[in-house]
């Protein structure tokens, strides 16, 4: 009996040996983020900038203070090859009588504006951050979606692996951005492309492993987020109100995260249905 039963258990062993998956050899290692802290995935958009300098280390670091999942950065490059984080393609907005084109400009003459004082005389001398200031900030405390405003994912790629932050970082872009620069450029990092449109989810996510996706209010539906869960992608969305009634048509389609100029109102919305109905959400891990 014994002889039988280990003849069995052999068998049994060299049949599993044998699947698809074992013949194939282990799976590639996919990027993995922290799980939210608030069920959803909460995106300080432009950081935490209610009083505060938009796209600033100040604002970067109350987004933290607040336990926000994500900052979202705006990257730009300068006359002289560095990344700053600024939204606007000029500079005539953030400062009091200034001008001009960010790309136009070098790295000093940039950090020689006060972007501060326009906002309240306690933020006069605030500067514009490079990229490199903002990870060292986030390193180890906080995601970044970053939002691509120049094509320099090699470049940003080398300074992001420098910080070892390629596993924390989303790459929002357009989809035809994406399909352009090819799934190698971003190694193994979180690509997270814009398809613009439910039909355009499809195509994208039935041509591309994509394990997030970004949309707006406009596009973003109950049919939008099934879709993209049954391809094993998460929605991050832009709120366009920043209200509770929003909020709540947002998770009720169970959308992942939620990225707002409003984080820490968002964040207690949550902490508030969290306590309502206790849910499990918002998971972007591989398994």
Same mark, same amino acid.
């Given at each position: 009996?014994?002889?039988?039963?280990?003849?069995?258990?052999?068998?049994?062993?060299?049949?599993? $040996?044998?699947?698809?998956?074992?013949?194939?050899?282990?799976?590639?290692?996919?990027?993995?983020?922290?799980?939210?802290?608030?069920?959803?995935?909460?995106?300080?958009?432009?950081?935490?900038?209610?009083?505060?300098?938009?796209?600033?280390?100040?604002?970067?670091?109350?987004?933290?203070?607040?336990? $926000?999942?994500?900052?979202?950065?705006?990257?730009?490059?300068?006359?002289?090859?560095?990344?700053?984080?600024?939204?606007?393609?000029?500079?005539?907005?953030?400062?009091?009588?200034?001008?001009?084109?960010?790309?136009?400009?070098?790295?000093?003459?940039?950090?020689?504006?006060?972007?501060?004082?326009?906002?309240?005389?306690?933020?006069?001398?605030?500067?514009?951050?490079?990229?490199?200031?903002?990870?060292?900030?986030?390193?180890?405390?906080?995601?970044?979606?970053?939002?691509?405003?120049?094509?320099?994912?090699?470049?940003?790629?080398?300074?992001?692996?420098?910080?070892?932050?390629?596993?924390?970082?989303?790459?929002?872009?357009?989809?035809?951005?994406?399909?352009?620069?090819?799934?190698?450029?971003?190694?193994?990092?979180?690509?997270?492309?814009?398809?613009?449109?439910?039909?355009?989810?499809?195509?994208?996510?039935?041509?591309?492993?994509?394990?997030?996706?970004?949309?707006?209010?406009?596009?973003?539906?109950?049919?939008f987020v099934s879709a993209a869960h049954s391809r094993q992608a998460k929605v991050f969305v832009d709120d366009h109100e920043g209200s509770e009634a929003e909020w709540r048509k947002i998770l009720r389609w169970n959308t992942d995260g939620i990225q707002t100029d409003h984080p820490q109102q968002l964040i207690e919305f949550l902490k508030a249905?969290?306590?309502?109905?206790?849910?499990?959400?918002?998971?972007?891990?591989?398994?």
């Open positions: 009996m014994a002889r039988d039963f280990r003849g069995a258990l052999f068998l049994l062993l060299f049949f599993v $040996c044998l699947s698809p998956r074992v013949l194939a050899g282990p799976e590639p290692e996919r990027a993995r983020f922290r799980q939210a802290e608030h069920g959803v995935y909460v995106i300080a958009h432009r950081g935490a900038h209610d009083g505060i300098p938009e796209n600033s280390l100040p604002a970067y670091a109350k987004a933290i203070e607040l336990g $926000c999942d994500f900052l979202e950065i705006d990257v730009r490059a300068t006359k002289d090859g560095h990344f700053v984080s600024i939204h606007n393609p000029k500079i005539d907005s953030y400062t009091a009588g200034d001008t001009g084109r960010v790309s136009d400009m070098t790295l000093a003459q940039l950090k020689a504006l006060d972007i501060g004082s326009r906002v309240g005389p306690q933020w006069k001398n605030t500067r514009i951050p490079t990229l490199e200031e903002i990870l060292a900030l986030a390193r180890g405390k906080i995601g970044i979606y970053l939002d691509l405003k120049v094509p320099a994912v090699p470049e940003l790629m080398k300074i992001i692996k420098s910080y070892g932050m390629e596993k924390d970082v989303v790459w929002y872009m357009p989809s035809y951005f994406y399909e352009k620069s090819g799934e190698r450029a971003f190694e193994n990092t979180h690509p997270m492309p814009d398809p613009g449109s439910l039909e355009n989810l499809d195509t994208i996510l039935d041509s591309h492993p994509v394990h997030v996706v970004a949309t707006d209010m406009g596009v973003l539906s109950a049919e249905q969290k306590t309502e109905s206790p849910r499990s959400r918002g998971r972007l891990s591989t398994r």
